[in-house]
């Protein structure tokens, strides 16, 4: 997982980093130090970066920790998830003028949809508890990969044809995935 954070330059003089109570990651740093050695010290500690974002958000959901889904919930997840998002793959590969293969609905820990290089697409079941904008930008996003295997700026620029407010859908992603794949 990249993680990502602001950095905050002063006359301090040691590194320090603070997960604010929003999950955002602060890094403080002395002047003199480069962003190449403020990266990998952030690399250096994303295992207790990530445990603690994660803490905070479930702690800011009100929740004492994230209750896992059963298997019985998860297969019900699942049927819900075909049903709403084959639709929007329907509509959207129409409308962009692309081919897909099969599409699969999967418990995924990591991603939240994916595309092969032979058109397969592969959509996490947890979408459906997302705005369906969301649903929408990363079924908008996987089949922008029909024209483009990258996140090339002409990705890009298709994906913003198709779902102008896309940055708000991956915002969203950032700020809540963590806490709904926990769920897992």
Same mark, same amino acid.
């Given at each position: 997982?990249?993680?990502?954070?602001? @950095?905050?330059?002063?006359?301090?003089?040691?590194?320090?980093?603070?997960?604010?109570?929003? #999950? *955002? &990651?602060? !890094?403080? =740093?002395?002047?003199?130090?480069?962003?190449?050695?403020?990266?990998?010290?952030?690399?250096?500690?994303?295992?207790?970066?990530?445990?603690?974002?994660?803490?905070?958000?479930?702690?800011?959901?009100?929740?004492?920790?994230?209750?896992?889904?059963?298997?019985?919930?998860?297969?019900?997840?699942?049927?819900?998830?075909?049903?709403? @998002?084959?639709?929007?793959?329907?509509?959207?590969?129409?409308?962009?003028?692309?081919?897909? #293969? *099969? &599409?699969? !609905?999967? =418990?995924?820990?990591?991603?939240?949809?994916?595309?092969?290089?032979?058109?397969?697409?592969?959509?996490?079941?947890?979408?459906?508890?997302?705005?369906?904008?969301?649903?929408?930008?990363?079924?908008?996003?996987?089949?922008?990969?029909?024209?483009?295997?990258?996140?090339?700026?002409?990705?890009?620029?298709?994906?913003?044809?198709?779902?102008?407010?896309?940055?708000?859908?991956?915002?969203?992603?950032?700020?809540?995935?963590?806490?709904?794949?926990?769920?897992?």
């Amino acid at each position: 997982m990249e993680i990502e954070y602001t @950095i905050e330059k002063s006359r301090r003089r040691t590194l320090s980093m603070e997960v604010k109570p929003d #999950g *955002t &990651v602060m !890094i403080k =740093a002395p002047k003199f130090v480069s962003d190449a050695e403020i990266g990998r010290f952030v690399r250096s500690r994303s295992g207790w970066i990530e445990k603690t974002v994660k803490k905070v958000l479930v702690k800011n959901a009100g929740l004492s920790e994230v209750e896992r889904m059963t298997d019985t919930e998860l297969k019900a997840l699942k049927k819900k998830a075909r049903t709403m @998002i084959m639709p929007l793959v329907e509509e959207y590969a129409d409308l962009m003028g692309v081919t897909y #293969g *099969t &599409v699969s !609905i999967r =418990a995924q820990k990591t991603r939240w949809g994916s595309c092969s290089s032979k058109g397969n697409l592969n959509f996490n079941c947890l979408l459906a508890l997302c705005p369906e904008g969301v649903m929408r930008y990363v079924v908008v996003h996987e089949l922008s990969h029909r024209r483009h295997m990258n996140h090339s700026k002409a990705f890009w620029s298709m994906v913003e044809e198709y779902m102008p407010d896309y940055k708000e859908q991956r915002l969203y992603l950032k700020r809540n995935g963590d806490l709904l794949m926990a769920r897992l």
